[in-house]
């Protein structure tokens, strides 16, 4: 799950940034507005945390900016001290949710998990592969009723192939969404990531789920009944 925060002050960026990244979200920062409203243009996010109090393009007409943009989009609102018709200006600019600083950081998560809850508007609230079930919300993982404990990489690249459960899916295109960066035709860090969910999610199921394309990337996938046994275990790998 990807979430846009806007933030003026840098040391609480960071801080955000790195509570959302420990709760398992992909997450992408700035400090200004008109990033903040060419990152909402260009990219798909669950949700946006938005301080109005940004340089450029600022105040309410970012929220409108946004909202625009991306009309089903749960956008919270991080406001100073602020009076109720300043309140309202904001919710009838385009905010779901307003959180008055200064707050807690569980305070913020659980708002967003509402927000998330309430329309699941970008994607499904819990994704589900045979007995392998993902809850974007609440961030967890079962598979046959066993919980699996994942690291926020692994969690967002299982999601990511969840979502696009029997496409095949490249490496290139895996580190573009799961590590926000352009493709190095060196590097193995796709490869070491599945291995690692593959000893989480697989090792214990007869039916394994994740699969190699040679010459293209990785695939998840139900199990094919309609095949040959034969046929499938060469298949997978």
């Known amino acids: 799950m990807r979430i846009l925060i806007a933030e003026n002050d840098a040391a609480l960026g960071a801080f955000l940034q790195q509570g959302f990244q420990t709760e398992r979200y992909l997450v992408d920062l700035t400090d200004d507005g008109q990033r903040a409203a060419a990152l909402a243009g260009g990219n798909i996010y669950d949700a946006a945390i938005l301080d109005l109090n940004l340089a450029q393009h600022g105040g309410i007409d970012l929220l409108r900016s946004v909202r625009a943009k991306r009309e089903l989009l749960p956008i919270l609102v991080l406001a100073n001290q602020t009076g109720p018709q300043e309140r309202a200006e904001m919710l009838d600019a385009g905010a779901d949710d307003l959180v008055l600083k200064p707050f807690a950081l569980s305070e913020l998560s659980a708002r967003v998990r509402a927000l998330l809850r309430r329309g699941s508007r970008s994607a499904e609230a819990v994704l589900c592969v045979e007995d392998l079930e993902l809850s974007r919300v609440e961030r967890t993982v079962k598979r046959a009723g066993r919980s699996i404990e994942l690291t926020p990489k692994e969690f967002a690249l299982l999601e990511y192939l969840m979502r696009n459960s029997g496409e095949r899916v490249t490496r290139a295109q895996i580190v573009r969404h799961v590590w926000n960066l352009s493709f190095d035709t060196m590097t193995n860090v796709v490869d070491v990531y599945i291995n690692y969910l593959r000893k989480k999610v ?36």
């Open 202 to 237: 697989d090792s214990s199921s007869e039916h394994k789920l994740i699969h190699t394309v040679r010459g293209v990337g990785y695939q998840l996938r139900a199990h094919d009944t309609s095949r040959p046994a034969a046929s499938r275990a060469v298949a997978a790998s």
